[in-house]
Every structure is written in structure tokens, then in C-alpha cells.
């Protein structure tokens, strides 16, 4: 049909819609035996990209899978390795805070402890002087904002001292922020002005800052190590600390501890309950609720140990009421931190 619309346009000078015809006609029955040879071509091309596209794809999958199995005779040295290198993280960030005393030290320090939830209050209070009586609490605590007290909202290392009551009630607040860019000095400072102010001072000395912050150190390991039953640690505690007086005393979550005896000397649940009537009369004079000390225990030490372990017990062990305004700060602190 080609040849026949060349022959008939060129000889007898055929022109228009017959001769196209002829050419469309004749150009299609030429290339449909061809169709089938290149619709197998191209089939074959996109298979075989296909299949490479696909074994790729599973070769990533196998070598994933792959990185993530572990012979079972290694899991388990595999896991113990890892438990050691966070507890040497963890040590090495504690330990800094024995040789220095700085913001970002004891926050630091904090941090582990609130992290593996060896403080549940996000704070721990250390035994300063038994006269006057003064103890100091560091918190490492993220506050919700208080709008009653316009306390601003944010996670704050909070320095404070709790003191004896006034002789006509009420107890003076002696706080303050330690800002991440200020010594260690300057919040002392601030501390001892205002336990001038509100005649607590007994001269030089009153509060042996030195041996506060060895005893803040010694208290994070103490935690620390119970958290994790570290059979090692040179005391043995039963529960998450509140607070540590001296060598001897603990207040743990499990109630008076006293390293001597190795043991707890009085529970929490062996405290007056929240309703007993007398509860108040007995925070205000310990002598009103006196059990007896262990053997050769320091009668002065005892009773101050019990009128701070009447602010902790009994432990309320119900259902929460009521979202916290304060709770353990679980993050380093940012270089930032203001």
C-alpha cells in the first residue's frame, strides 16, 4: 500500500484524502507484527528494574534486621555492659560534686538522683545545727506557678532553711533561688543575712556551709546507691531519702534510720496518723510524742530526728487529689539556664 500511494501520487498524480489513506493503512499493517517484539522489550526492562529496585530494598531490610538481632549468648553481657557505662555517667556527674561546689554541680547531681527517683519530693534536707536549730533543703523542682504566691513557672534549684517557730507561732520562710551564673558564695550570703534578720545566728559558724555540702554529696550517693541495691555503699538505706542529719540519721520513705544498728528504728507507720487531734501539739513540742532512742543514741539528735520525721509521716498512700504544684526536675540544666 506504500508502494502503491508512492507509484500513484508520483504517476498518475494522485493527491488528497486517498493517498493518505493508503499511507496510514499501509504504515500501520507494517509496524502491528512489530508491537508485540517491543511490548516484550520494554515488559523485560521494567521487570528487571522492578527486581533490582526490590532486592535493594531487602538487602537494606536484611542488613537492619540483621544489626538488630543479637546472639543470646551475648545479650546478657551486651545488657551489663550498658548498665555500667550509664552507671559510670551517672558516678562521674555525682562525683563532681564532691571536689566542687557550683550551680551547675549540684544540679547536676540532683538530676541523676530525681532521675532514677532517689528523692520523691525532688529535694533533700541536710542536718545544719541542732542550737539554734537549722537545716538546709536543696531542691532540684520543676513549680507549676503559683499564682497565689506570684511564683513564677520553671524548674529553679531552691536553697532554704527550716528553722524553730517563733515564740509566738509562726515560722519564718528563709529561701532563695540560686541562679545558674551566681557562686556558691553569694547564696550563702543571702542565707546567713537572713538568718541574722530573724535572729537565728549564733555568731561565726552557725552553719558549717563546708560540711552542708559534703553531707549533700554523701546524701545523693546514699540515695543513689539504694536505687540501683548497690550492695557497696557504706550505708544500707530502705527507702527513697528525704532527709540525712549527720553520720548517723536518715528519714527515708520507710521511716527513722540509724546507721549504727543497720536497721529502721521506727517506721512510718508508727507515726501519729493525719487525724489524730493531738498531731498538732505534737509538731509544736516533740516531747508530747517521745518514743524511747535506740541504745547509746544522743537524746538531743532524737528528738529533733522525730519533730522532722512528723513532717513526713504517715505516708499518704491513697489516690492523687489533685495535680502537684511541684515535682522532681528530671533534665540536666541548659547552659542557658537563667
Not at 85 to 114: P, Q
Request: with cysteine; hydrophobic share 40%.
Amino acid at each position: 500500500m506504500l508502494c502503491l500511494a508512492s507509484v500513484m501520487e508520483g504517476v498518475d498524480k494522485w493527491a488528497g484524502v486517498s493517498i493518505d489513506i493508503l499511507v496510514h493503512i499501509g504504515a500501520t499493517l507494517l509496524l502491528a507484527p512489530l508491537l508485540p517484539f517491543l511490548e516484550r522489550s520494554l515488559t523485560r526492562s521494567v521487570v528487571e528494574q522492578n527486581r533490582r529496585m526490590v532486592e535493594e530494598e531487602t538487602a537494606g531490610l536484611r542488613t537492619q534486621v540483621s544489626s538488630l538481632a543479637t546472639r543470646i549468648d551475648q545479650l546478657q553481657r551486651r545488657v551489663d555492659e550498658e548498665e555500667t557505662e550509664k552507671t559510670r555517667g551517672e558516678d562521674r556527674i555525682i562525683t563532681a560534686l564532691e571536689d566542687e561546689v557550683s550551680f551547675m554541680n549540684v544540679a547536676n547531681a540532683m538530676t541523676v538522683a530525681n532521675a532514677v527517683g532517689a528523692l520523691p519530693e525532688g529535694e533533700v534536707t541536710i542536718g545544719a545545727s541542732l542550737d539554734p536549730m537549722i537545716d538546709i533543703v536543696f531542691s532540684w523542682q520543676f513549680h507549676m506557678g503559683d499564682g497565689r504566691f506570684s511564683e513564677p513557672s520553671g524548674n529553679f534549684l531552691g536553697v532554704r532553711a527550716l528553722v524553730a517557730p517563733d515564740p509566738g507561732g509562726g515560722t519564718p520562710v528563709i529561701e532563695t533561688i540560686w541562679r545558674a551564673k551566681e557562686s556558691a558564695e553569694s547564696v550563702i550570703r543571702r542565707i546567713n543575712e537572713k538568718l541574722r534578720e530573724r535572729d537565728r545566728w549564733n555568731g561565726h559558724g552557725t552553719v558549717n556551709w563546708e560540711q552542708v555540702f559534703r553531707d549533700l554529696h554523701r546524701a545523693i550517693v546514699l540515695s543513689v546507691a539504694y536505687k540501683r541495691r548497690d550492695t557497696t555503699a557504706s550505708w544500707q538505706l530502705h527507702g527513697g531519702l528525704y532527709e540525712l542529719h549527720g553520720e548517723d540519721w536518715a528519714i527515708t520513705e520507710a521511716g527513722i534510720e540509724y546507721r549504727p544498728s543497720g536497721q529502721m528504728v521506727l517506721s512510718e507507720t508508727d507515726f501519729p496518723s493525719a487525724t489524730d487531734p493531738l498531731r498538732s501539739s505534737r509538731l509544736s513540742d516533740p516531747f508530747v510524742w517521745a518514743p524511747d532512742p535506740p541504745d547509746e543514741a544522743p537524746a538531743e539528735e532524737w528528738r529533733h530526728i522525730l519533730w522532722r520525721g512528723l513532717f513526713h509521716f504517715p505516708l499518704d498512700h491513697g489516690p492523687v487529689t489533685g495535680q502537684p504544684t511541684r515535682y522532681p526536675w528530671k533534665r540536666m540544666p541548659a547552659a542557658s539556664q537563667p
